[in-house]
């Protein structure tokens, strides 16, 4: 009996583990489908250590090859795959970088195509379209990242814990998929009066 038991928990645990693979790949393949998105973009971040609470909210653009754009109130990035492009509008600063993958601003290709390879990768118990990254080594740092899809396999949250227990959340909403926007759209034009610091 206690091996029909043993043996029961081992297959359910197989179905889980393929059911979180399955998951990953429709995500990828969904992803792959995609070369460009319009979303409204909320981002929210907790530092209990701190007591720090901060949120924004705007539009979030993305085209295939790093390229974005991230427009909220009083702040726009802007990257064009090759250079990075912060403006502050409070105070007219347009800070420049080049972009790499490593930066702190938000990779999806990263999260998408690279997380699942890094991570083991579970199915939230309570919401099968919640998938739970845990680093498998310190290449990642953070703690976990808990990715939520909508039933057409898009992102809708990613919430990633790092390892100070603080939470950063972005949400997307209201997508508009392959709108054809041109490169030159992921380009920032710089205000002739903006105070610019170029660490390139």
Known sequence: MQKIII???????????QSAEEKVEQL?????TIIDFQAEFKQASDNPNFNVSQSFSGTFYYKK????????????????????WNYDNNQNRTVINSWS??????SLKKIVFEYPDLCNVSID???FNKLIFIPNSTEL?????????TKDNLISKIKIIDLTK???IFEFSNYKLNKDLPDDFFEFN??????????R
Do not use: C, Y
Not at 28 to 32: G, L, S, V, W
Not at 141 to 149: D, G, R, T, V
């Open 166 to 168: 603080a939470e950063i």
């Open 28 to 32: 990828q393949n969904k992803f792959r």
């Open 141 to 149: 740092n953070f703690e976990q990242a808990i990715i939520s899809l």
């Open 7 to 17: 043996a029961i928990f081992i297959f359910i645990g197989t179905i889980n583990a």
């Open 65 to 84: 090859g790093n390229k974005f754009v991230i427009d909220l109130s009083k702040t726009k990035i802007v990257s064009d795959g090759q250079t990075l």
């Open 190 to 199: 710089i205000p002739e009066d903006s105070k610019v610091i170029d660490f």
């Open 101 to 106: 993958e490593d930066s702190e601003i938000i």
């Open 125 to 127: 118990k309570n919401d």
